[in-house]
Nanobody, 125 residues
């Protein structure tokens, strides 16, 4: 059974930085594309970033592409989302998702089969 555990959330001041981590465990050792999404009570789950299995292809939401960086370490089965210059608009619960059947990083949340429990990010002074 595939499991994803997201961690690293917290409270940070505007302009600050935070790194989220997604730990993926899979007995089948599939080749997963991993995405990060975020959600607030008022909005649908929005795409943030995604990365290919080999790490060579990355995709970002327009509003974060100059501030966030997604990386992965397949030897550790982890995917990180490094977030800088955070603003209150980045406040949300962040989820990591994975799927072994996608041809490329995908911004559509409904195509990902496996989800973690999420980690809360609050940007506030």
């Amino acid at each position: 059974q595939v499991q994803l555990v997201a961690s690293g959330g917290g409270v940070v001041q505007p302009g600050g930085s935070l790194t989220l981590s997604c730990a993926l465990s899979d007995p089948t050792r599939g080749r997963y594309i991993v995405g990060w999404f975020r959600q607030t009570p008022e909005k649908e789950r929005d795409f943030v970033a995604a990365i290919s299995w080999d790490g060579n292809t990355r995709s970002y939401r327009e509003s974060v592409k100059d501030r966030f960086t997604i990386n992965r370490d397949n030897s550790k089965n982890t995917v990180e989302l490094q977030m800088t210059s955070l603003t209150p608009e980045d406040t949300a619960r962040y989820y990591c998702a994975a799927d072994a059947n996608l041809p490329a990083p995908d911004s559509r949340h409904f195509v990902y089969a496996h989800w973690g429990q999420g980690t809360r990010v609050t940007v506030s002074s």
